[in-house]
């Protein structure tokens, strides 16, 4: 009993979702949360001043600035903003020069100018009056600033950020010859402006989400309102609402704190850095989140095919996607296996390496102290140190580092007789393969499986990685991305779209979405989507 409590803890999804088509769907409650008791704003100015003075600990936190006001007719206000987070010159000629054009401000005036305050004489586009003070507090250290005019129970809020940012540059880690060549930037509506652009469709919501009981980092929750399946929108957003911690910084925080497993090897969700990208996950019906201060957005459900497709795919032709596809596949096979089958090979299977080969391998293995085993392990620590110490350098010397230091320590291991040179061969082949990963999640799984499948074929030959082959697929099959199988649509022999897991089809026969997402809407275009063929 306790063995098979381990394996279903060990092989199955315990999260209990599972995505099913929209007429079963099963709605879930947002996270439960205690109100807070709300904090209004006072009509006398005083009691609003002291307020936002004991909120922002002034005058102790010296970058917050509060500039008191004299209106016409001694009316008082106050602006409040954090100095550096905000543009000066936008303050100063869309708040602070038309409140001096104010008319008299008289008690019984009052109600009806807070209105035309907004309308007529504050010039700035967004701009917005609230009551309560966590959301005016909330505004202020997202980079707005707050007017507060004595009595009156609202302030003021005006979106004037300012704060120095990176532009947008052309993407470092998916780099493609085809497509746009635009990189998500650490701007929140920079990034989502790029995807609309991408998509101009006002069914293309996006929801706010703060996450973060501190840093209270702000987010958008992307989706196509008629494309993605609700129950998938629903499991997302109560995901990432649930999330609870003092402070988030970057999306992949995000990304480890909403998948199912964190101490699975292989990432369930994907990130981007690619506008492109995240704009066709939106259109197959999946969500995309972005967080402000990061680069890269997170989508959400992925499986493990998505994870190894490379973005210039989607712009090749089709037999021009199917011959990079098989030689990525085949890549990625000898960054995993190579290792190990030399081993197995070599240890235990000789009869199948034709002689002369064999005779070569022993003459070669001659003089060398080691073990096989040990002689791999200790070259493949080698590769990883400089590939580690290339990235970590800055980039003229890293690509040198990588260059030198190979060549150096492969020949100089070589003249010592400590390794032999099959070795340095199966080592550089297996790199080379790594390298030519869509993803670089999907090459720390490589690393890990490299070294499984390297202990599994030193102590049992075949049988261990063919075990090893059969533990890990089932693993992988058991496993789901919010809801959805991560393996789809493999176990699905009845889905269209598993056509496309082994061979591209031209974009013009690309008629249906991922089935195994249930979008609302599964065509994505008409039967003949070429009317100049008719």
């Given at each position: 009993m306790?063995?098979?409590?381990?394996?279903?803890?060990?092989?199955?999804?315990?999260?209990g979702?599972?995505?099913?088509?929209?007429?079963?769907?099963?709605?879930?409650?947002?996270?439960?949360?205690?109100?807070?008791?709300?904090?209004?704003?006072?009509?006398?100015?005083?009691?609003?001043?002291?307020?936002?003075?004991?909120?922002?600990?002034?005058?102790?936190?010296?970058?917050?600035?509060?500039?008191?006001?004299?209106?016409?007719?001694?009316?008082?206000?106050f602006?409040?903003?954090?100095?550096?987070?905000?543009?000066?010159?936008?303050?100063?000629?869309?708040?602070?020069?038309?409140?001096?054009?104010?008319?008299?401000?008289?008690?019984?005036?009052?109600?009806?100018?807070?209105?035309?305050?907004?309308?007529?004489?504050?010039s700035?586009?967004?701009?917005?009056?609230?009551?309560?003070?966590?959301?005016?507090?909330?505004?202020?250290?997202?980079?707005?600033?707050?007017?507060?005019?004595?009595?009156?129970?609202?302030?003021?809020?005006?979106?004037?950020?300012?704060?120095?940012?990176?532009?947008?540059?052309?993407?470092?880690?998916?780099?493609?010859?085809?497509?746009?060549?635009?990189?998500?930037?650490?701007?929140?509506?920079?990034?989502?402006?790029?995807?609309?652009?991408?998509?101009?469709?006002?069914?293309?919501?996006?929801?706010?989400?703060?996450?973060?009981?501190?840093?209270?980092?702000?987010?958008?929750?992307?989706?196509?309102?008629?494309?993605?399946?609700?129950?998938?929108?629903?499991?997302?957003?109560?995901?990432?609402?649930?999330?609870?911690?003092?402070?988030?910084?970057?999306?992949?925080?995000?990304?480890?704190m909403?998948?199912?497993?964190?101490?699975?090897?292989?990432?369930?969700?994907?990130?981007?850095?690619?506008?492109?990208?995240?704009?066709?996950?939106?259109?197959?019906?999946?969500?995309?989140?972005?967080?402000?201060?990061?680069?890269?957005?997170?989508?959400?459900?992925?499986?493990?095919?998505?994870l190894?497709?490379?973005?210039?795919?989607?712009?090749?032709?089709?037999?021009?996607?199917?011959?990079?596809?098989i030689?990525?596949?085949?890549?990625?096979?000898?960054?995993?296996?190579?290792p190990?089958?030399?081993?197995?090979?070599?240890?235990?299977?000789?009869?199948?390496?034709?002689?002369?080969?064999?005779?070569?391998?022993?003459?070669?293995?001659?003089?060398?102290?080691?073990?096989?085993?040990?002689?791999?392990?200790?070259?493949?620590?080698?590769?990883?140190?400089?590939?580690?110490?290339?990235?970590?350098?800055?980039?003229?010397?890293?690509?040198?580092?990588?260059?030198?230091?190979?060549?150096?320590?492969?020949?100089?291991?070589?003249s010592?007789?400590?390794?032999?040179?099959?070795?340095?061969?199966?080592?550089?082949?297996?790199?080379?393969?790594?390298?030519?990963?869509?993803?670089?999640?999907?090459?720390?799984?490589?690393?890990i499986?490299?070294?499984?499948?390297?202990?599994?074929?030193?102590?049992?030959?075949?049988?261990?990685?063919a075990?090893?082959?059969?533990?890990?697929?089932?693993?992988?099959?058991?496993?789901?991305?919010?809801?959805?199988?991560f393996?789809?649509?493999?176990?699905?022999?009845?889905?269209?779209?598993?056509?496309?897991v082994?061979?591209?089809?031209?974009i013009?026969?690309?008629?249906?979405?991922?089935?195994?997402?249930?979008?609302?809407?599964?065509?994505?275009?008409?039967?003949?989507?070429?009317?100049?063929?008719?």
């Amino acid at each position: 009993m306790e063995m098979k409590r381990f394996l279903s803890k060990l092989f199955c999804d315990n999260s209990g979702f599972t995505v099913y088509p929209d007429k079963k769907r099963a709605d879930y409650d947002i996270r439960n949360k205690k109100e807070e008791k709300k904090e209004y704003v006072y009509t006398g100015i005083e009691e609003n001043l002291s307020y936002i003075k004991r909120f922002f600990s002034y005058p102790v936190n010296n970058d917050v600035l509060i500039r008191e006001l004299s209106l016409k007719g001694g009316k008082r206000a106050f602006l409040v903003f954090i100095e550096g987070m905000v543009s000066g010159e936008s303050v100063d000629a869309s708040v602070t020069e038309p409140l001096m054009k104010l008319p008299y401000l008289e008690n019984a005036s009052v109600e009806g100018m807070e209105e035309s305050i907004s309308k007529r004489f504050i010039s700035h586009s967004q701009s917005r009056s609230v009551s309560d003070f966590s959301d005016i507090c909330d505004e202020i250290n997202f980079g707005g600033c707050a007017l507060f005019v004595d009595g009156f129970n609202k302030a003021f809020v005006f979106d004037v950020r300012g704060w120095e940012h990176r532009g947008i540059s052309r993407p470092q880690n998916e780099q493609s010859i085809y497509g746009p060549q635009e990189a998500f930037s650490e701007m929140l509506r920079t990034n989502t402006a790029l995807i609309r652009k991408i998509l101009k469709t006002e069914k293309l919501i996006a929801e706010s989400i703060n996450i973060g009981s501190i840093s209270k980092t702000r987010g958008i929750l992307m989706y196509i309102s008629d494309i993605a399946n609700t129950q998938i929108v629903n499991e997302v957003r109560y995901r990432i609402k649930s999330v609870s911690a003092d402070y988030i910084i970057a999306v992949e925080e995000v990304a480890q704190m909403v998948e199912e497993r964190p101490l699975m090897i292989t990432s369930q969700v994907l990130l981007t850095e690619r506008p492109d990208r995240a704009a066709r996950a939106l259109t197959q019906g999946r969500c995309v989140f972005l967080l402000s201060g990061s680069p890269r957005a997170l989508i959400l459900p992925a499986n493990a095919f998505e994870l190894t497709n490379v973005v210039s795919d989607d712009y090749l032709r089709a037999p021009y996607s199917n011959m990079a596809s098989i030689i990525r596949l085949f890549a990625m096979f000898l960054a995993i296996l190579l290792p190990g089958l030399y081993l197995a090979i070599t240890l235990y299977h000789q009869e199948i390496i034709p002689t002369y080969l064999l005779y070569s391998i022993a003459a070669a293995r001659e003089n060398v102290p080691f073990p096989s085993v040990v002689e791999l392990l200790l070259m493949d620590l080698s590769f990883e140190m400089i590939r580690e110490a290339g990235i970590r350098m800055p980039s003229p010397i890293g690509s040198t580092l990588g260059i030198v230091g190979g060549l150096i320590l492969g020949q100089a291991a070589v003249s010592a007789k400590i390794v032999s040179p099959i070795m340095i061969i199966v080592i550089a082949i297996t790199g080379i393969g790594a390298f030519a990963t869509a993803d670089y999640y999907i090459e720390w799984t490589f690393r890990i499986l490299r070294l499984a499948f390297i202990i599994l074929g030193s102590l049992l030959g075949f049988y261990g990685i063919a075990m090893g082959l059969f533990i890990y697929s089932v693993y992988l099959a058991a496993q789901k991305s919010v809801g959805c199988d991560f393996l789809a649509p493999l176990p699905d022999f009845k889905t269209k779209s598993m056509a496309e897991v082994v061979i591209k089809k031209p974009i013009s026969s690309k008629e249906l979405r991922p089935g195994f997402l249930y979008p609302k809407k599964i065509r994505r275009e008409s039967r003949v989507s070429r009317n100049w063929k008719r």
